[in-house]
């Protein structure tokens, strides 16, 4: 099945830095989904990426989706201590096919 | 609208002991998943059952069973608990975004499980 490597597994930043986290394969992705994990929480979809170089942006959150579509990124602008969790990327087929996660880039902010 | 329910939220057995981790979900999704979740690793799948009346194998199998009960319900046994089964265990549900999408999932609270 599909697979993906997300790095890094840590980041710490201080309030007001920026903060970005990869999602690579070595397979070419149908899609890819980004979710988000409060601490002592459950995984919160965020937002999900099909097209090649797709771009969306929320806030001053920014997905990307390679264009090769074997890598997306999710960038945070002005990280805030409400970004604190972890962040997970996750790929599957259409339909009913299951779902694979990444590591997962556990995130806390310095205030 | 709760979305998808886990019971318990908390449970501590000893080696050998078995429990079944329920999940309900009212969302009327077709698809139901267990993951497993410890440090480091993510989110490892257990099993999935991609609709009513069918289930299949994810990553870590091994050490489960699983029961689609009807539509709203996914249920995760335990027969012989181990202390490596000691972990946050998540149940979601899902349902087709459009043709191109994957399934976006929908994660209940978790239950913590502990092994000793």
């Known amino acids: 099945g599909q697979q993906v490597m997300q790095i890094p597994q840590y980041q710490h930043v201080q309030e007001g830095e920026d903060f970005t986290t990869y999602c690579n394969s070595s397979t070419t992705l149908s899609n890819i989904q980004w979710y988000k994990q409060r601490p002592g929480g459950h995984p919160v979809f965020l937002i999900q990426l099909v097209k090649s170089g797709e771009v969306k942006k929320q806030k001053r959150l920014t997905f990307q989706f390679g264009e090769a579509k074997k890598n997306s990124s999710l960038h945070i602008t002005a990280t805030q201590t409400t970004d604190v969790g972890t962040y997970f990327c996750?790929?599957?087929?259409?339909?009913?096919?299951?779902?694979?996660f990444g590591t997962g880039t556990k995130l806390q902010v310095i205030p | 609208n709760a979305g998808v329910t886990q019971t318990p939220k908390f449970q501590v057995l000893k080696t050998g002991q078995s429990m079944t981790l329920q999940c309900a979900q009212d969302m009327n999704h077709n698809s139901m998943y267990w993951y497993r979740q410890d440090p480091g690793m993510g989110l490892r799948l257990i099993y999935y059952?991609?609709?009513?009346?069918?289930?299949d194998k994810g990553e870590v199998p091994n050490g489960y069973n699983v029961s689609r009960l009807n539509k709203r319900e996914f249920s995760l046994r335990l027969e012989s608990a181990a202390p490596s089964q000691t972990s946050v265990y998540f149940c979601a549900s899902s349902d087709r975004t459009g043709a191109s999408g994957a399934n976006v999932l929908t994660f209940g609270a978790g239950s913590r499980l502990t092994v000793l």
């Open positions: 996750a790929v599957g087929g259409g339909g009913y096919q299951k779902v694979t």
């Open positions: 059952s991609a609709s009513e009346g069918t289930t």
